[in-house]
């Protein structure tokens, strides 16, 4: 008996000493790395962006994406907000009409911001009708910015948003997407809980389009939720990873093997700050 104390013992410290030596989120097979998009936390504190830098170091994470100075506040101050907190921005957005319009200047802020990534996470059409040339305007408009981004050593990306899998030829609409921009200038965006909404596989996505993902929003859906093409659903859809129907085994292990760069955890809930350590605990213990 005394043994088999010893042996529960020894296996409690070794996986308290591994959870100590990984970063927030990681564990014996999720390696990460992992960050949050900060638009979770958009319910939390709406006005003061210090406390929500408060809550992603509370967290323990590391990097984040979609933050910029708050309103008065210089970007020598918001550099060192971050760096107070041991946070790095690595990924901001870029809206859709700017990059169209002037991408110069989208790409001049991005680089002030120091980011390594930049995402686009809307393609304007009518509600619920996205069309072949909707997806051929923006094939165009992301493959002139994606250039100007690559010139300026930035990765370029276009965040999915489930409108995109409308059937298209032998594939869909975000299948002609992916064929007609440059992969050198032109990467994505794989956000899990809008392909599983839009009604696509995304371990298959990942399978099918390997290394054209650069990125992840980690992102559950909830169980049994309505599947729809416009891009839209309710926040209590979005719940902690784990709790929904995305089988995250499959998705994360495609997502290594098609070499996903960073991962950030989203949640759209009006509870997400407290669904998000959550999801970190699930990621660290999750074995495959």
Not at 108 to 121: F, N, P, R, T
Not at 134 to 151: C, L, P, Q, S, T
Not at 204 to 223: A, Q
Request: proline share 5%; aromatic share 10%; net charge neutral.
């Amino acid at each position: 008996m005394k043994s088999l104390s010893h042996a529960v013992l020894g296996i409690f410290l070794s996986c308290s000493l591994f959870a100590a030596e990984n970063p927030a989120g990681t564990g014996p097979s999720f390696k990460g790395p992992i960050g949050l998009q900060m638009y979770s936390l958009r319910f939390y504190s709406p006005t003061n962006l210090l406390g929500k830098l408060d809550k992603v170091q509370e967290y323990g994470l590391k990097t984040i994406e979609g933050a910029s100075p708050a309103r008065g506040m210089s970007m020598e101050e918001f550099f060192k907000e971050l760096a107070k907190r041991g946070i790095k921005l690595v990924s901001t957005g870029a809206d859709y009409a700017q990059l169209k319009s002037n991408p110069d200047a989208v790409v001049e802020q991005s680089k002030i911001l120091g980011v390594k990534y930049v995402m686009c996470a809307w393609i304007p059409h009518d509600k619920g009708k996205f069309s072949e040339k909707n997806a051929r305007e923006a094939i165009d408009v992301f493959n002139k910015a994606g250039a100007k981004f690559k010139e300026a050593g930035i990765v370029f990306t276009y965040h999915c948003h489930g409108y995109e899998f409308q059937p298209f030829g032998d594939g869909t609409l975000f299948d002609l997407i992916v064929k007609e921009t440059n992969p050198d200038s032109v990467s994505f965006e794989l956000d899990v809980f809008w392909a599983q909404q839009g009604g696509a596989d995304p371990a298959k996505l990942l399978e099918k389009h390997g290394s054209r993902f650069k990125l992840m929003h980690v992102k559950d859906l909830k169980k049994g939720a309505a599947k729809n093409s416009t891009g839209g659903g309710p926040d209590e859809d979005s719940v902690p990873v784990g709790q929904g129907e995305v089988d995250w085994k499959a998705v994360l292990k495609a997502a290594e093997k098609a070499h996903v760069e960073h991962y950030f955890i989203e949640d759209e809930a009006k509870e997400a700050a407290d669904q998000i350590p959550k999801t970190l605990r699930y990621l660290e213990s999750l074995r495959w």
